[in-house]
């Protein structure tokens, strides 16, 4: 699985988009780009994935370059509660075990 | 529909006790898994299993035992608790299939190895 890169914290105002980068300059043809986040203390929640479409669902958008190396997480209108760890994982579509390896992530604040 | 449940939810063992931590999910998934997440880090997978009696490592295994008797429980076991496993723990399942399928957490583990 592709090796991503994301930094370790940003910070957003409230009611303000959130655009959240992650680069993943190895991934290959038939490897996803997956968001989960993790609210303190909490176990982690999916967000969205994509392999090389932008996608949209009722919690972010998801904006992959055309040559698939980076790829963007968008929450439209961020409220506090979007005050998180997101992480981006590169997974290939035929891993056996449905594994999900997390880096460290970005650390998102969303500031009133 | 509870999810994954994980038990206990805090607990504190000696240097060289033993103990189970128990996961169990109602959602009929056959993949399960177990994490580890240290202070400011991100989770590291332990074990997981892909069906009843199917166990395999995953990034961290060492000092940690798994097994997977029914598609409901996956305990996870650690012998001889050491300093180092002081850490919060994550179980989850998912359902089988190629493709995207997502996690479903339970809500975590706090061991103290003292």
């Known amino acids: 699985d592709a090796k991503t890169t994301q930094p370790p914290s940003m910070d957003c105002a409230e009611g303000r988009a959130a655009n959240l980068p992650c680069n993943h300059s190895?991934?290959?043809?038939?490897?996803?780009v997956y968001w989960y986040r993790q609210i303190h203390s909490q176990g982690p929640q999916y967000i969205i994935h994509?392999?090389?479409n932008n996608e949209t669902n009722e919690m972010a958008s998801l904006i992959i370059t055309e040559d698939r190396k980076s790829s963007t997480l968008i929450l439209p209108h961020a409220t506090l509660r979007d005050t998180a760890v997101y992480y981006c994982?590169?997974?290939?579509?035929?891993?056996?075990?449905?594994?999900?390896?997390f880096g460290t992530g970005t650390s998102l604040t969303v500031i009133p | 529909n509870a999810g994954v449940t994980q038990t206990p939810k805090f607990r504190i063992l000696k240097i060289g006790q033993s103990m189970t931590l128990q996961c169990t999910q109602d959602?009929?998934?056959?993949?399960m898994y177990w994490y580890r997440q240290d202070p400011g880090m991100g989770l590291k997978l332990i074990y997981y299993?892909?069906?009843?009696?199917?166990?395999d490592k995953g990034e961290v295994p060492n000092g940690y035992n798994v097994s997977r008797s029914t598609t409901e429980d996956f305990p996870l076991r650690l012998e001889l608790a050491a300093p180092s496993q002081t850490s919060v723990y994550f179980c989850?399942?998912?359902?089988?299939?190629?493709?995207?399928?997502?996690?479903?957490f339970g809500s975590g583990t706090r061991l103290t190895v003292v």
């Open positions: 989850a399942s998912s359902p089988r299939g190629r493709g995207y399928y997502g996690y479903t």
């Open positions: 190895t991934i290959s043809g038939n490897e996803y």
């Open positions: 994509g392999l090389k």
């Open positions: 994982i590169v997974r290939g579509g035929t891993n056996t075990g449905n594994q999900f390896y």
């Open positions: 959602m009929n998934h056959n993949y």
């Open positions: 299993s892909v069906g009843a009696g199917i166990t």
